[in-house]
């Protein structure tokens, strides 16, 4: 399977305790993207990485969730003191475009997360 | 600011019908859209896409159409099927890195 997978595909734990959720892009794309996905809702983007280089984040990420891709290829996004208001659904994408090329998204299944 | 928004929740068409599913969105310098579909328990799987330089375009039993005088994008299902059902998303890329995605729009598909 060469897509973008997400560990662990689901994940419950206690409100305060902290997580960590991985992405593995597909292998050629230099562009790896987080967003949340809550009931209902569209993904809201959090925040996406250009090889290594973290480029953007989105003003609703707080200071308890940090993104890291160390080496350019896989991805972590860590929340620290989770609140029961981080229940939801963790999507990661990657692609291969720039401004120039198409930037089509490619999805993986996403980690839900819940806090009890 | 950039927004993506649908005129219609929730959509039911029977089988072998054509569906239509819409979307406004807001932010008139964005130069590329993308529509995908989200079924149960899965990420959002890409569907077909096009560009602001186009108004039209066809994949296999879909058609994306782009009217930017009102900024308004609308996804067509030709012969809707069973397999079709699930939530649909627009997507609108800003300033050519990360997209805005509206709400969605789920489809039903009645046998």
């Known amino acids: 399977d060469t897509g973008v997978s997400q560990n662990p595909r689901h994940k419950i734990t206690k409100r305060g305790q902290n997580v960590t959720f991985r992405c593995d892009p597909i292998?050629?794309?230099?562009?790896l993207y987080w967003y949340r996905q809550t009931l209902g809702q569209g993904p809201e983007f959090l925040t996406y990485f250009q090889n290594e280089a973290q480029l953007e984040k989105s003003r609703l990420l707080s200071d308890r969730f940090s993104a890291e891709r160390p080496k350019g290829s896989f991805s972590t996004l860590e929340i620290q003191r989770t609140e029961q208001g981080d229940s939801a659904m963790y999507l990661c994408?990657?692609?291969?475009?720039?401004?120039?090329?198409?930037?089509?998204?490619?999805f993986g299944a996403g980690t839900r997360l819940s806090v009890l | 600011g950039e927004s993506v928004g649908l005129h219609l929740p929730t959509l039911s068409v029977q089988e072998g019908d054509n569906s239509i599913i819409n979307c406004a969105y807001s932010?008139?310098?964005?130069?590329?859209f993308i529509w995908y579909k989200q079924e149960s328990g899965k990420g959002p799987q890409f569907i077909i896409d096009i560009r602001s330089n186009m108004d039209k375009r066809q994949g296999q039993r879909v058609t994306v159409l782009l009217n930017k005088t009102v900024k308004h994008l609308s996804l067509q299902i030709a012969a809707t099927q069973p397999g079709d059902s699930a939530v649909y998303f627009c997507a609108e890329e800003v300033y050519g890195q990360n997209f805005v995605f509206g709400p969605g729009t789920r489809l039903s598909v009645l046998p």
């Open positions: 994408a990657s692609s291969s475009g720039t401004y120039l090329a198409k930037n089509i998204q490619y």
């Open positions: 292998s050629e794309h230099n562009r």
């Open positions: 932010n008139s310098a964005s130069d590329y």
